[in-house]
């Protein structure tokens, strides 16, 4: 059975700190991609990573997927009440050809 | 353009009671995802369609849980004898493909039915 296991589960910090998210996997997967759902919403996608050591940046996020495709991670830089919410991991395994999502981290940023 | 949409968007419902969940997909997208998600935690996974192939439904907790797919549009999940451990939001997505062939395609995602059971 393959789990993705995201850590911490919960992060509360003050405005304008750094802070960095992890997802972990026994497993190694063919992609990644990481959501953040907001209260009452669906899950957004922010990005896909697809290659080992791959990094990604969106404004104040820097994605990284591991060199061996098990894990990855989120930092966001200077954090913003904006950035509330909760982020989800999810690993594609494509030689199941199954989609598996983390428990996700729940992100609470202090004004 | 439309997304993914749901309805309903509450069902309060007595255990015991049989409920349908809809979903409608945003069009030409052949895959659609169904997942569950308890309070505060995250997706589980229940039944995915992919075009004509037969659904994978590997993740459906129990026999009261099935789905259905009109083609490549509407899609209704069905529990039946809905039991308390049954309260959660429903949540469903498509996307333009499954990533059989190793691609990973964006999921969008409807905005769930909370379905509480009394």
């Known amino acids: 059975t393959q789990l993705l296991e995201q850590s911490p589960q919960f992060l509360s910090i003050q405005e304008g700190e750094n802070l960095t998210v992890y997802c972990n996997s026994s497993?190694?997967?063919?992609?990644l991609q990481w959501y953040r759902q907001e209260p009452g919403e669906g899950p957004v996608l922010l990005v896909t990573?697809?290659?080992?050591?791959e990094v990604k940046k969106l404004k104040r996020l820097t994605f990284q997927f591991g060199d061996a495709r098990k894990d990855s991670s989120l930092h966001i830089t200077a954090a913003q009440p904006g950035d509330t919410g909760l982020y989800l991991c999810?690993?594609?395994?494509?030689?199941?050809?199954?989609?598996?999502f983390g428990s996700g981290t729940r992100l609470s940023i202090r004004p | 353009g439309a997304g993914v949409s749901q309805s309903p968007s509450n069902k309060v419902t007595e255990k015991g009671k049989d409920v349908e969940l809809r979903c409608d997909p945003i069009?030409?997208?052949?895959?659609l995802y169904w997942y569950r998600q308890r309070l505060g935690q995250g997706l589980e996974f229940l039944i995915y369609?992919?075009?004509?192939?037969?659904?994978?439904k590997s993740g459906l907790p129990s026999d009261r849980f099935s789905a259905e797919r009109t083609g490549e549009s509407v899609s209704t999940l069905t529990i039946q004898r809905t039991q308390q451990e049954d309260s959660a939001v429903y949540l469903c997505?498509?996307?333009?493909?499954?990533?059989?062939?190793?691609?990973?395609?964006?999921?969008?995602f409807g905005p769930g039915t909370r379905l509480t059971v009394t």
């Open positions: 997505a498509s996307s333009l493909g499954a990533g059989l062939a190793g691609e990973f395609y964006e999921q969008y």
């Open positions: 497993s190694v997967f063919s992609s």
């Open positions: 990573v697809v290659t080992g050591g």
């Open positions: 999810a690993g594609l395994y494509s030689s199941a050809s199954k989609i598996i």
């Open positions: 069009s030409g997208h052949t895959a």
């Open positions: 369609f992919q075009g004509n192939s037969a659904p994978d």
